[in-house]
């Protein structure tokens, strides 16, 4: 059992120990980010209007439910008077007014979306969307949130001056586990067209907040692992153990039967570091397996048939995606009940793709269970310069799920052709044969 244990940690810590890598920088998304706009749209005495709005910019990383939770620090004694397209989540103290009271006087205001479907009076352009932004590729109409709010009794704010007047608030955040945000820049004022674009409006100031999604500050241990097989070979190889954690160690959550889910489902909201999922007990212990199965060959084509399988309890992952990596992916001729587009991160050498579900019929993964599966089909051409079912060509170099990478059964493991022991040998035989037959033309 200690050795069980033992090994399990170290497992761990060899998996710790190539987090760093990742650490900030994503090589399929190097510009991946969120960026928060602060627009100064209108100024009074005492008082003015700001715009803020926030974009996904990451290719294949979305916000998913709960959703954002945007944050900051007034400088001065600023409250937020009114709000329109989101809510401040407490309204504090504002003993200090009379009459009709702020929205919120809280030094450190924590914003969030209103629900779809919020009073007509209370929405903006881009609003309301319950915190949820999509990914740059998956929905380009939904990656943007917006929200309008009056600031007033401001101490540092000097009407009538220039832009850089303005006390812009720092310490910006938006409660999502792995982001951190920059400061704010002042940047060129954003434009509004209007009268159809024959006129444009701008902004007082406009002010550019730039936050950064790292692996290694959301999570130490991956979320997703990978298993393989093959029509010519009854081995399905399994994800390797204890790819996500080990079971049995502290802090890890496991059960064996979905009767039993206890009320451990509310997580709390405000985490910066995730829980650990509550998961099926397996050996990989992972929240999300995909299964790549090489499934038929033709004389032209093969076929590939993967399946995602979510062993989490407490979740449904909604607007889910998938990136793979293979060299036949450039030759991909159809996808079966997935969405695709190539990710060209190498300019001509296309072999890395995001899959993604489709709209109302597979784009939810439903939590553990019978329903806790979705799956593609594939066929893609045999490319002559390269396809070969030998050495397991056929496998993926790499799969993330929801940007997460996946972990994968060692080389060595992969299914083999029953024939490859004949192969090998060959080889091996030309390997000797070759500088035999060289040294006998050069000796002659
Ligand atoms: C954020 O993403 C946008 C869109 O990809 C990009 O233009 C911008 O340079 C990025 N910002 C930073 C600071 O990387
Ligand atoms: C509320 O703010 C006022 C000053 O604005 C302060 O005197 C009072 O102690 C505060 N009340 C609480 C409960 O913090
Ligand atoms: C922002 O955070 C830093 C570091 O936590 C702190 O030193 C600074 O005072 C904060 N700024 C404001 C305005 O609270
Ligand atoms: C500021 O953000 C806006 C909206 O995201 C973007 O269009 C603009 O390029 C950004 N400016 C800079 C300098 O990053
Ligand atoms: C789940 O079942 C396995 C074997 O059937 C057992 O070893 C393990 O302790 C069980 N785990 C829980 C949390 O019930
Ligand atoms: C997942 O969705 C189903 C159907 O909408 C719902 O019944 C279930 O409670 C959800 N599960 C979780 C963990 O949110
Ligand atoms: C490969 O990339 C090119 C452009 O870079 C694109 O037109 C083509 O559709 C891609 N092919 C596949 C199968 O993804
Ligand atoms: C299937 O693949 C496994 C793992 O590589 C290998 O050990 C086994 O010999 C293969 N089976 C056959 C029938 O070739």
């Known amino acids: 059992m200690g050795l069980v ?14 987090a760093p890598l990742s650490y900030g920088y994503d090589p399929l ?27 996904n910019y990451q290719l294949f990383r979305h916000v998913e439910p709960p959703g954002w939770r945007l944050s900051w620090t007034w400088i001065g004694d600023e409250v937020i008077w009114n709000m329109f397209g989101a809510e401040a989540t407490l309204q504090g103290n504002c003993s200090r007014f009379k009459g009709q009271l702020p929205h919120s006087c809280e030094k450190q205001p924590v914003i969030v979306d ?78 509004f067209p209007s009268d159809s674009g024959r006129r444009w409006t701008q902004a007082i100031g406009t002010w550019n907040v730039t936050c950064i999604f790292s692996q290694f500050r959301a999570s130490l241990t991956p979320k997703c692992c990978v298993s393989l097989s093959a029509f010519y070979n009854s081995t399905i190889v399994p994800c390797p153990t204890c790819s996500c954690r080990c ?25 910066t570091e995730e829980l650990p999922p509550l998961v099926s007990c397996s050996q990989h212990m992972c929240p999300i397996k995909v299964h790549w199965h090489v499934k038929q060959s033709y004389r032209e084509y093969w076929r590939v048939k993967v399946t995602i399988s979510n062993f989490n309890f407490a979740k449904n992952y ?91 059964p060692p080389p060595e493991k992969y299914p083999r052709l029953p024939s490859s022991a004949h192969t090998t040998s060959f080889f091996r035989f030309t390997l000797l044969i070759i500088p035999c037959i060289l040294f006998l033309m050069f000796a002659f």
């Open 114 to 191: 209103l629900l779809p479907g919020a009073p007509y009076n209370m929405q903006v352009a881009n609003c309301c969307k319950g915190g949820i932004l999509s990914s740059l590729i998956q929905d380009p109409s939904k990656y943007g949130a917006g929200f309008l709010m009056t600031v007033g009794a401001a101490s540092t704010f000097d009407a009538g001056h220039a832009p850089s007047a303005y006390s812009i608030p720092a310490n910006f955040t938006v409660k999502l586990p792995g982001y951190t945000c920059g400061p704010p820049l002042e940047v060129a004022p954003s434009r």
């Open 318 to 408: 909604s607007q889910w995606s998938l990136v793979m990596q293979h060299p036949n992916l450039r030759s991909l001729t159809q996808v079966f009940s997935f969405n695709y587009k190539p990710l060209d991160q190498h300019g001509t050498i296309n072999d890395t793709g995001i899959f993604w579900g489709i709209q109302y019929y597979n784009d939810m993964l439903m939590h553990s269970g019978d329903d806790g599966n979705v799956q593609t089909e594939i066929l893609l051409n045999k490319d002559a310069t390269m396809f070969t079912f030998r050495e397991g060509w056929a496998f993926p170099r790499k799969i993330s799920f929801n940007g997460d990478e996946c972990v994968m």
């Open 247 to 271: 079971q049995g160690l502290p802090g890890t959550r496991c059960t064996n039967s979905s009767s039993k889910v206890p009320s451990l489902l509310q997580l709390p909201h405000d985490a």
């Open 5 to 18: 244990l033992m090994l399990g940690l170290i497992m761990t810590l060899c998996l710790v120990s190539f």
């Open 29 to 55: 998304d190097p510009n991946g980010n969120i960026t928060i706009k602060w627009d100064i749209m209108k100024s009074e005495d005492t008082s003015y209007d700001v715009k803020v709005s926030l974009f």
